[in-house]
């Protein structure tokens, strides 16, 4: 069964940082492109980043030069580091691989839910 777990998210003060982390299963992780999504209240959820199996990293001009998106595939885990966080980053962030192992709910995690704020 495909399932990807999230995790680290939570509130923070613009400015600051936090490292999110997706663990996969079900899947041979190493051979997938990965990425990470987030969502906001009322919008569609959207890639931010995203890594190829070979390591090649991408970003959505909005996190560039703050984001760093890296993958541990003898872990199966991914991660984002996050910093210079600002309001506009507040969201749902997901994982799944790139793109979307399926467009059905029951393929997406709960999610870690990120919030900037003073």
């Known amino acids: 069964q495909v399932q990807f777990v999230e995790s680290g998210g939570g509130l923070v003060q613009p400015g600051g940082s936090l490292r999110l982390s997706c663990v996969a299963s079900g899947i041979r992780f190493g051979t997938y492109a990965m990425g990470w999504y987030r969502q906001a209240p009322g919008k569609q959820r959207v890639l931010v980043a995203s890594?190829?199996?070979?390591?090649?990293?991408g970003y959505t001009v909005s996190v560039l030069d703050r984001f760093t998106i890296s993958r541990d595939n003898a872990k199966n885990t991914m991660y984002l580091q996050m910093n210079s966080l600002r309001p506009e980053g507040s969201a749902v962030y997901y994982c799944?691989?790139?793109?979307?192992?399926?467009?059905?709910?029951?393929?997406w995690g709960q999610g870690t839910q990120v919030t900037v704020s003073s």
């Open positions: 890594i190829t199996s070979g390591g090649t990293t």
């Open positions: 799944n691989t790139d793109p979307p192992w399926s467009t059905r709910n029951d393929y």
